[in-house]
């Protein structure tokens, strides 16, 4: 009876995704091979696989809980565990189903590690590293050391008026046009905003890596929309 109890307990925890569509050159490095093969629409992706996809090729994943994974052009994803996945390379777009906080996803990349219960949001792992998170919250954990955090500075009208009245117009712009510096382990990321990776040498200071944050801009709205009109297809 013990043997059997733990053989369910290793079934239970394996993780597994279905191949839905493939656009262009896609391949599977299977777990425990040396050797990829060509990626096959409805194949099962287990955990411990590599989906890689190649120029001018995509690769649509949906997970056991109907959630939804679009590999861009030039992106490698690795399914790690039940709960786990690991970005490599390229420009990846998720659609996670809500989850309770004990059973939360998250994604490794080369630039840091990413906590999920339920949201939209896009990673890109290229030269210009970027999170943009269209709705839900993301924990973002740096891999060693602590981010330089860059935040503009925010606000109310009120406050806004006072100073531009108490330092004059030209003093006023450039408080205004600031930024807030901290530096952090983790980030939380809100709907609507993004948050850009840069090299460490672009830091103030010793940290992992400087990280700006912004808001959406128009060219993020479409990108969105792009992903989302590609699941509807």
């Known amino acids: 009876m013990k043997i059997i109890f733990i053989l369910l307990g290793v079934v239970s925890l394996m993780f597994s995704a279905t191949l839905t569509k493939i656009e262009g050159r896609v391949k599977v490095l299977s777990k425990n091979s040396i050797k990829k093969?060509?990626?096959?629409?409805?194949?099962?992706?287990?955990?411990?696989?590599?989906?890689?996809?190649?120029?001018?090729?995509?690769?649509?994943?949906?997970?056991?809980?109907?959630?939804?994974?679009?590999?861009?052009?030039?992106?490698?994803?690795?399914?790690?565990?039940?709960?786990?996945?690991?970005?490599?390379?390229?420009?990846?777009?998720?659609?996670?189903?809500?989850?309770?906080?004990?059973?939360?996803?998250?994604?490794e990349t080369?630039?840091?590690?990413?906590?999920?219960?339920?949201?939209?949001?896009?990673?890109?792992?290229?030269?210009?590293?970027?999170?943009?998170?269209?709705?839900?919250?993301?924990?973002?954990?740096?891999?060693?050391?602590?981010?330089?955090?860059?935040?503009?500075?925010?606000?109310?009208?009120?406050?806004?008026?006072?100073?531009?009245?108490?330092?004059?117009?030209?003093a006023y712009l450039k408080d205004n046009l600031g930024e807030d510096i901290t530096y952090v382990k983790s980030v939380h990321l809100e709907s609507l905003r993004v948050l850009n990776f840069k090299d460490s040498t672009q830091c103030k200071s010793d940290c992992e890596s400087h990280v700006s944050e912004k808001e959406f801009t128009d060219t993020t709205k479409e990108r969105f929309k792009k992903y989302e009109q590609m699941l509807k297809e």
């Open 37 to 107: 093969h060509r990626a096959k629409s409805g194949e099962r992706i287990k955990s411990g696989d590599k989906l890689i996809s190649y120029k001018n090729s995509k690769a649509f994943l949906t997970l056991d809980d109907n959630s939804n994974i679009i590999l861009n052009e030039s992106s490698e994803l690795t399914l790690l565990s039940e709960n786990s996945l690991k970005q490599s390379s390229g420009e990846v777009y998720y659609k996670i189903k809500k989850r309770h906080a004990s059973n939360g996803l998250k994604v």
């Open 110 to 170: 080369p630039f840091s590690i990413i906590g999920i219960k339920g949201t939209e949001f896009i990673v890109n792992s290229t030269k210009n590293r970027q999170i943009a998170l269209n709705e839900g919250l993301l924990a973002i954990e740096s891999l060693r050391a602590n981010f330089e955090l860059h935040v503009a500075k925010v606000m109310s009208e009120f406050e806004a008026y006072k100073l531009q009245q108490a330092k004059g117009y030209e």
